[in-house]
């Protein structure tokens, strides 16, 4: 599977911006697929997860009310939507697929398949 994250940018203090994570070589259907972020000088942090059906998702709770996770999965992609976006959500965002369980949905290590990561930079 490859995954193809895209759709950040920079933007103001409250903005929006909708990635995306776009699947090739394999249907995504049969995975859970989480969003990562990575600050520069910080380590790679769980932000949320989709599971296969679409009807569990996961947040961490800095975003929690503002971001939403979603899947078409006849698109094959899996959508972050992220709304009153702060300072401290500027990060490189990473889409990630695997088959974790429950309790280490949030652990990078349980993922097989990595996107190229996204630029997101919210100005003050």
């Known amino acids: 599977v490859q995954l193809q994250a895209s759709g950040g940018g920079l933007v103001q203090d409250g903005g929006s911006l909708r990635l995306s994570c776009a699947a090739s070589?394999?249907?995504?259907?049969?995975?859970?697929v989480s969003w990562f972020r990575q600050a520069p000088g910080k380590e790679r942090e769980f932000v949320a997860s989709?599971?296969?059906?679409?009807?569990?998702?996961y947040y961490t709770d800095s975003v929690k009310g503002r971001f939403t996770v979603s899947r078409d999965n006849a698109k094959n992609t899996v959508y972050l939507q992220m709304n009153s976006l702060k300072p401290e959500d500027t990060a490189v965002y990473y889409c990630?697929?695997?088959?974790?369980?429950?309790?280490?949905?949030?652990?990078?290590?349980?993922?097989?398949?990595w996107g190229q990561g996204t630029q997101v930079t919210v100005s003050s």
């Open positions: 990630a697929a695997g088959r974790p369980i429950l309790s280490t949905v949030r652990l990078g290590s349980e993922y097989y398949y």
């Open positions: 989709i599971r296969q059906s679409g009807s569990q998702t």
């Open positions: 070589g394999a249907t995504l259907r049969s995975y859970t």
